[in-house]
């Protein structure tokens, strides 16, 4: 009896022995927020169990508030020792000398680079250096009503379609009824970079020194996309929207198309009444998609470098993390493991799957700088003039390549 209270003291003492010395890894994040924040407790779980001497603590913030704070933690000296970044604020950090580079670690620890998708690796590399490892990426595609379209008449997107391709279907859908609506696509900064970028334009010179915001070609994109609004009126305005958003509209069945990313599969797979699908998105000129990638990156002051450097890898290239990732339908995993692919593509709706690789020779990054929430506000604030007729195209792109070059430093 002695000895088997012993047995089970000395197994006490070694689990509280393992548990006092296990190494702690502090992780900051946004994208676990909300209805994902089982999905990442999962990931946890899955690699503390291969890592027992590993805890990681995981301390999520929202979006709308999470780099307000990692700013002030970055100020005081006191970051985590892994936080998440996307792809947009990134560089800014990487600038700052905060963050450690990965790439003596990769050679200590054999980590195959090539596990992960060279496009998503490659976001997080600033000057030759790996600062951060891509945990997910994702893009935008056109979502389709299949019954507007059968309704009617219309042919369903291709590949080949182009803007004018897109407008015309539009302008059937909005003729069935007054509560129907062609297309839903924003006129914000975050699409119009993608679009001008469709129709053979760009915001700054080859050599990224001068604005080009006011280019022949980025104003007759504007005009475009504000001619849907306020012409054709095969989008809805901000008073025919009622208060309901885009995703709403599309679920109501309002909406023939709408240009969004493909975050939206699991709320429009749960939601929607109605088949859709998705399709490459038009181009005029050329095909550009989004790129949006979330990284892992460590604090230069990270006192488990290595502990840190396995949840990071882990989270990016490890078939675990994926598989949780692919089955919550939670963007795209970054690793090129053709099991995991195979998995996410047999996955419907939508039918059209496929859209989503091919759509990934189409990307484009987004614009970064120095200042990147200032050019935002400052192009975003011109964009909302000519959305709602205030100004027009021309005028509106004309004021904010003027205000850019006076407040932005490239």
């Known amino acids: 009896m002695r000895g088997r209270i012993a047995s089970i003291g000395a197994l006490a003492l070694i689990a509280l022995s393992t548990t006092a010395f296990a190494q702690k890894v502090n992780y900051f994040n946004f994208s676990g927020a909300g209805d994902n924040a089982p999905y990442l407790e999962s990931m946890r779980k899955a690699f503390e169990a291969k890592n027992p ?3 990681v603590n995981i301390e999520t913030v929202a979006f709308a ?3 307000t704070q990692l700013q002030t933690r970055v100020a005081s000296g006191t970051p985590m020792d892994c936080f998440e970044l996307n792809y947009e604020n990134f560089v800014t950090y990487a600038k700052k000398d905060v963050l450690l580079d990965l790439g003596p670690n990769f050679k200590k620890t054999g980590f195959d680079t090539k596990a992960i998708s060279a496009k998503a690796l490659g976001a997080f590399n600033v000057d030759g250096k790996q600062y951060g490892l891509p945990a997910s990426f994702s893009n935008v595609v056109l979502f389709y009503n299949k019954a507007l379209f059968d309704k009617a008449k219309v042919a369903y997107p291709t590949d080949a379609w182009t803007w004018k391709d897109e407008q015309s279907a539009a302008e059937k859908i909005r003729a069935l009824d007054k509560d129907t609506y062609g297309i839903f696509q924003p006129v914000q900064f975050w699409e119009f970079y ?5 129709n053979g334009g760009s915001l ?3 050599d990224g020194k001068r604005f080009t915001v006011d280019s022949r070609q980025n104003i007759d994109t504007l005009t475009f996309m504000t001619d849907r609004l306020l012409k054709s009126n095969v989008m809805p305005t901000q008073k025919q929207c009622g208060g309901m958003g885009d995703w709403d509209l599309f679920k109501a069945g309002r909406l023939g198309m709408i240009v969004t ?5 699991g709320e429009f797979t749960k939601d929607c009444p109605f088949s859709w699908d998705i399709a490459v998105e038009p181009g005029m000129k050329a095909k550009a998609t989004h790129f949006f990638s979330n990284g892992i990156v460590i604090s230069k002051n990270c006192a488990n470098v290595d502990a840190a450097a396995k949840w990071a890898k882990f989270m990016s290239a490890s078939r675990e993390a994926a598989d949780i990732r692919v089955t919550a339908g939670w963007e795209l995993p970054a690793i090129t493991d053709p099991q995991i692919i195979a998995a996410y593509s047999e996955i419907t709706p939508p039918a059209n799957r496929a859209a989503v690789f091919k759509s990934l020779e189409y990307l484009v990054t987004p614009p970064v700088v120095g200042q990147m929430q200032e050019l935002t506000d400052i192009l975003g604030a011109q964009l909302e003039a000519a959305r709602d007729g205030a100004k027009t195209p021309a005028q509106a792109l004309q004021d904010a ?4 070059i006076a407040k932005i430093k490239l």
Request: net charge neutral; glycine share 8%; hydrophobic share 45%.
């Open 261 to 265: 990313g493909i975050w939206a599969f």
């Open 401 to 404: 390549q003027k205000e850019l």
């Open 194 to 198: 993608k679009v001008v970028k469709q």
């Open 53 to 55: 001497g590993i805890d």
């Open 204 to 206: 700054f010179s080859s």
């Open 65 to 67: 508030d999470y780099f």
